[in-house]
């Protein structure tokens, strides 16, 4: 009898704290951390989305849109992003999974380099490291400030703009300061292709 009293008693205990687990980790802390985000960071905590020029959500500022052909190859009209094994989809997030070791890293690598040299019409030797090796995600939206300035004059020309007017550009779109404390400062194509759509 003292034993059934026992089990009973700890299972009365378990379902207590099962209870109350529940309403703190299960209720209240999902609800408090959605308020702080709200408060604190609103755009951020609701994805990041910018807006096109009639007010219609168009992107969000933490993946990639990069304008592309089924076949991957990017629309010369718009600055390019950093190569993705997955072709910059938004619904699918993966890298290559080819380790330094590989050779067809470095097949990829270099067919990467004379692909942009050819589109950019500079010297292979030119081309920055991060516009032939591709990100974790396949879906990162940041190049360096290098390769944006890189391709400003094929984007002053597709747009009939100047390369000043282009510069300004990627200057209002590269991050600096307390953005950038990371590491580098880094230019957001997202941002910096919808810019330039809405100029």
């Not at 096109?52 to 629309?75: C, M």
């Amino acid at each position: 009898m003292n034993t059934l009293l026992g089990y009973l008693r700890q299972a009365g205990t378990a379902v207590r704290f099962l209870a109350l687990a529940t309403l703190v980790l299960g209720l209240l802390y999902p609800v408090a951390v959605f308020g702080l985000g709200q408060v604190l960071a609103p755009a951020q905590a609701n994805g990041s989305i910018l807006k096109d020029a009639a007010g219609n959500p168009a992107a969000s500022t933490r993946l990639v849109q990069a304008p592309a052909d089924e076949k991957g190859v990017q629309d010369q009209r718009w600055f390019h992003a950093r190569p993705s094994a997955v072709k910059w989809d938004p619904a699918s997030s993966s890298a290559s999974n080819l380790g330094p070791n590989d050779p067809n890293l470095a097949k990829n690598v270099e067919a990467a380099r004379e692909t942009v040299a050819a589109a950019e019409g500079i010297d292979p030797a030119r081309v920055p490291a991060d516009a032939v090796t591709a990100s974790g995600s396949g879906l990162d939206p940041s190049i360096s400030v290098a390769y944006a300035q890189l391709q400003v004059p094929r984007i002053a020309a597709a747009h009939r703009l100047s390369d000043n007017e282009v510069k300004a550009l990627v200057e209002r779109n590269t991050t600096s300061g307390l953005e950038a404390f990371l590491g580098q400062p880094s230019v957001n194509v997202t941002t910096l292709n919808l810019d330039l759509a809405t100029r």
